[in-house]
T-cell receptor, first 112, second 114 residues
Framework: SAVISQKPSRDICQRGTSLTIQCQVD?????MFWYRQQPGQSLTLIAT?????????ESGFVIDKFPISRPNLTFSTLTVSNLSPEDSSIYLC?????????FGPGTRLLVL | DAKTTQPPSMDCAEGRAANLPCNHS???????VYWYRQIHSQGPQYIIH???NNETNEMASLIITEDRKSSTLILPHATLRDTAVYYC???????????????FGTGTLLAVQP
């Protein structure tokens, strides 16, 4: 398995600002993923972030709104830009290792 | 869209076995069945996965029908801490971005009753 931490665990932000979420894993992994979970909903994949290449975004998500960095094999950041109340969600990162994805604890974002 | 169908909710008495069904009638030959659970407001927790044989680990057992069109996750002795949303997901296991996506459906809310 993999141990994943995220920072911050929660935040309250004003509309129009941005929030950068950090994801740290305790081992080197090639594949990392970012998900969003809106209130009362299931998880939706935002993008796949492989080290050394540009992130691949799912339909409905764009790089200008959700820029991602993947500087090495243990770390990634997701920025949620130009925040609006509709961005209030839990944001989760996950990693793939040995045929299985493991998830971080999530970052709870409330936009006022 | 999710390729699985699960009942929206189930109840189970504490100490009894919880049997959670999942239908995946369109599963392909190279797709695995994965189970995750999400306890309120936490990140999803991996439980178990399998291709065609039954699997068991310290958390649960996974029973896959011979035609692979459905499966059952069994929690042998449910406790109150097993109350969670359980997700059944099918996906190809490989190397590369697109094939490793997990597509979450709405899952089954299991409520373990004292």
């Amino acid at each position: 398995s993999a141990v994943i931490s995220q920072k911050p665990s929660r935040d309250i932000c004003q509309r129009g600002t941005s929030l950068t979420i950090q994801c740290q894993v305790d081992s080197q992994v090639t594949m990392m993923f970012w998900y969003r979970q809106q209130p009362g909903q299931s998880l939706t994949l935002i993008a796949t972030a492989n080290q050394g290449s540009e992130a691949t975004y799912e339909s409905g998500f764009v790089i200008d709104k959700f820029p991602i960095s993947r500087p090495n094999l243990t770390f990634s950041t997701l920025t949620v830009s130009n925040l609006s109340p509709e961005d209030s969600s839990i944001y989760l990162c996950s990693v793939e290792t040995l045929e299985t994805q493991y998830f971080g604890p999530g970052t709870r974002l409330l936009v006022l | 869209d999710a390729k699985t169908t699960q009942p929206p909710s189930m109840d189970c008495a504490e100490g009894r076995a919880a049997n959670l069904p999942c239908n995946h009638s369109t599963i392909s030959g190279n797709e695995y069945v994965y189970w995750y659970r999400q306890i309120h407001s936490q990140g999803p927790q991996y439980i178990i996965h399998g291709l065609k044989n039954n699997e068991t680990n310290e958390m649960a057992s996974l029973i896959i029908t011979e035609d692979r069109k459905s499966s059952t996750l069994i929690l042998p002795h449910a406790t109150l801490r097993d109350t969670a949303v359980y997700y059944c997901i099918v996906r190809v296991v490989g190397y590369g971005g697109a094939t490793n996506k997990l597509i979450f459906g709405t899952g089954t809310l299991l409520a373990v009753q004292p």
